[in-house]
């Protein structure tokens, strides 16, 4: 079993979490770069409920590229994005990797909607790269 933490900019919001996680990817589409306000979003996607929040989220939702509502949770005080739940995937919470302490577990196995990357980013070592959401 995997352990994670993390903690906001300004250490307002931290979450553990111990969890097998159920993938570890990297989102290009324009959401995820317009909410981390970079390139792309990293995740690694551990089942609802295995994160303990300590600390005040503020929750954003929004229509995703799939149509589907996407919820970002994030500290209302620094803005760091701190986890992440999309209505296509029920069940599942995505925990953003800046805010980790220790990424040195984090291992891309796949991107999605690299039909929207920076024509500038090439990850190498990624085994699975789709368009859009996979199906």
């Not at 931290?14 to 990293?42: L, N, W």
């Not at 995740?43 to 509502?69: M, Q, R, Y």
């Not at 500038?120 to 859009?132: D, E, H, N, R, T």
Request: proline share 7%; hydrophobic share 40%.
């Amino acid at each position: 079993m995997a352990e994670f933490s993390a903690a906001c900019l300004c250490g307002k919001v931290t979450y553990t979490a111990s969890a097998d996680p159920i993938f570890m990817g990297v989102c290009h589409c324009k959401d995820c770069q317009r909410a981390t306000g970079s390139a792309f979003e990293a995740v690694v996607a551990v089942p609802d409920g295995a994160a303990n929040v300590s600390g005040t989220l503020k929750v954003v939702s929004v229509k995703g590229e799939s149509g589907n509502s996407i919820h970002r949770s994030f500290c209302p005080d620094c803005g760091s994005t701190m986890m992440t739940r999309a209505d296509v995937m029920p069940g599942v919470l995505m925990l953003t990797t800046g805010p980790m302490n220790d990424t040195s577990a984090f291992k891309p196995a796949m991107q999605i909607y690299c039909d929207s990357a920076q024509p500038w980013v090439a990850l190498g070592g990624i085994p699975q790269s789709f368009p859009k959401m996979p199906g």
